[in-house]
């Protein structure tokens, strides 16, 4: 403490027997601290510089050798190296990184120039860093926060990643995502999920709502096909949303359609897909008719439900209803009808192939999508847009 008063002291000395300083409205006063210096890092900073620089050479070396034929008049090599571009910084995962790109010349003809595909011209940030930047974003960082949250990850070299960087780079994500919604999606789906987002954004008539749809084809692979906004899930929505992927190629009726309880989405699909089968999900009807069961018996119903969603064939599932059904009926009528309203729906994938019981059973994800654009509403405060929150949607 006695230190760093007579630092002030001496500063105010210095400063009275020279110029008189230049008015600012800051009034606090700053103390200097020596950069802290971290040996193993500056030791991987080092390594990568000659790492760098090497396979630059090599990249160098391979272009040269394919011009070794090309001569000159004289008879001289027509393309020979021609030194360095300028020094520039290259930000990775370590920090700042000194890269310096060789150039060449042609002695006649057209002109040549050398492109290092590890080291593009231009580029400034490595891959690594281009990534953390929208998944710190989806974490919840503001296009305020994110120079000082990557200064924090890769040191005080960040500080190009201004508000602006990640702005620009947010507007590339809406373009790529227009892009995304206009492709072919021809191939053979056998499956398809759908589920409605609700974000907690609000639009003209109430809060808006990402109808989100996740297909399974033949290979069982899954992809996402179609990202859409609406005000809620009514049908015409829905209907808009299968119209859309059935003009980009999704004409082929899928074998089964699976979501949970929204009936718009079913009424479109016996519109445009009627023959797709009809799958309910068993997360929430399992949830509604435990809710209309007291917490005593609760653990019970849940056993039941397990055994009915995960018996080994559609035999062993009618068994598991039926005991169910015998053991709460009567003393809990609301429960029980909250089960049978749907009975046969809810069954329909023990009349596909087994293995595929697991892939299209589980909601995933669907959530995996949900949990993202959810957490960065609460962090923002709501403060996300219609179309950021598309984007955020497609970019996870």
């Known amino acids: 403490m006695r230190r760093t008063l007579l630092k002030l002291v001496l500063r105010r000395t ?7 300083p230049h008015m600012s409205k800051d009034t606090v006063i700053r103390i200097d601290t020596p950069e802290a210096i971290d040996p193993l890092t500056e030791l991987l900073r080092s390594g990568a510089r000659k790492l760098i620089a090497e396979a630059i050479e090599a990249e160098l070396s391979e272009m040269l050798q394919g011009y070794e034929d090309h001569k000159t008049v004289e008879g001289r090599r027509r393309v020979v190296r021609n030194g360095y571009q300028p020094e ?12 310096k790109t060789p150039r060449v010349r042609s002695r006649e003809g057209e002109p040549v120039s050398f492109q290092s595909s590890l080291v593009p011209p231009y580029i400034r940030k490595s891959a690594t860093v281009e990534v953390a930047i929208p998944w710190l974003y989806l974490k919840g960082i503001s296009t305020g926060q994110m120079q000082s949250a990557l200064e924090a990850l890769v040191g005080p070299q960040a500080k190009g990643l201004s508000a602006d960087v990640v702005g620009r780079l947010k507007r590339q994500w809406e373009s790529e995502y227009k892009d995304w919604c206009q492709r072919c999606v021809d191939d053979e789906w056998v499956y398809i999920r759908a589920e409605g987002i609700y974000s907690g954004l609000r639009g003209d008539d109430g809060r808006l709502c990402a109808r989100v749809i996740i297909g399974v084809n033949s290979r069982g692979q899954k992809h996402c096909l179609a990202i859409e906004d609406g005000v809620r899930e009514s ?4 209907r808009e949303v299968l119209l859309s992927l059935k003009q980009r190629g999704l004409r082929p009726p899928p074998k089964r359609a699976m979501g949970e309880g929204a009936p718009g989405v079913w ?7 009627p023959q797709t089968r009809v799958q309910r999900g068993g997360m929430h009807k399992s949830g509604n008719v435990l809710n209309s069961l007291p917490k005593s018996v609760q653990e019970k119903a849940r ?6 969603w995960m018996a080994e064939g559609r035999v ?5 209803f039926e005991a169910l059904i015998e053991r709460f009926g009567a003393r ?3 429960a029980t ?11 329909t994938f023990y009349d596909f192939p087994a293995e595929h019981g697991t892939p299209v059973r589980t909601t995933n994800v669907i959530e995996s999508s949900l949990r993202p654009i959810r957490h960065r509403s609460r962090q923002a405060k709501g403060g996300v847009t219609r179309i950021t929150m598309l984007t955020m949607i497609y970019k996870t």
Request: with cysteine; glycine share 10%; net charge negative.
């Open 14 to 20: 210095e400063m009275s027997k020279g110029d008189t």
């Open 88 to 99: 520039r910084q290259m930000l990775t995962g370590i920090g700042e990184v000194a890269v």
């Open 235 to 238: 049908k015409q929505s829905w």
């Open 267 to 273: 009424s479109a699909r016996g519109e445009v897909y």
């Open 303 to 308: 056993q039941g439900l397990h055994d009915i």
């Open 316 to 320: 062993e599932a009618e068994v598991a």
């Open 332 to 334: 809990y009528p609301r």
């Open 337 to 347: 009808d909250c089960l049978e309203k749907d009975r046969d729906d809810m069954l």
